[in-house]
């Protein structure tokens, strides 16, 4: 979307719509199996700390997620890493939520 007219006039688009105000809102391009890693994190340490707030105000929560991304399909392997990538992404097929948000689908069913 950065160096494609089409993909500049689709954000165009979205602002133009006055859907999302620029003040509170932006559209930053992200490397996808970093987002991928910090949905990990949201959903396996997030939920298990004392004080989120803390946990994702001191950082932590990206540092976790950066070293995911980077040891990620070593430590796991890359077959696994690309089966929780495509559950936790939903251009690979993953869920979403009523909400928007990813989810990750149980391996045994609904």
């Known amino acids: 979307m950065r160096r494609g007219e089409?993909?500049?006039?689709l954000i165009s688009a979205l602002f133009d719509t006055g859907l999302l105000?620029?003040?509170s809102a932006r559209v930053v391009p992200v490397d996808?199996?970093?987002?991928?890693?910090?949905?990990?994190?949201?959903?396996?340490?997030?939920p298990h700390t004392n004080d989120s707030n803390t946990f994702c105000?001191?950082?932590?929560?990206?540092?976790?997620?950066?070293?995911?991304?980077?040891?990620?399909?070593t430590e796991a392997g890359p077959e696994v890493w690309e089966r929780w990538r495509g559950r936790l992404s939903p251009q690979s097929g993953g869920p979403r939520t009523?909400?928007?948000?990813?989810?990750?689908?149980?391996p045994w069913g609904r």
């Open 57 to 73: 105000a001191s950082g932590v929560h990206r540092q976790i997620a950066s070293a995911l991304q980077r040891q990620g399909p």
């Open 98 to 106: 009523r909400r928007g948000s990813l989810s990750l689908r149980r």
């Open 21 to 23: 105000d620029p003040a």
């Open 32 to 46: 996808k199996d970093w987002m991928v890693a910090g949905k990990m994190v949201d959903l396996l340490w997030e």
């Open 6 to 9: 089409s993909g500049q006039n």
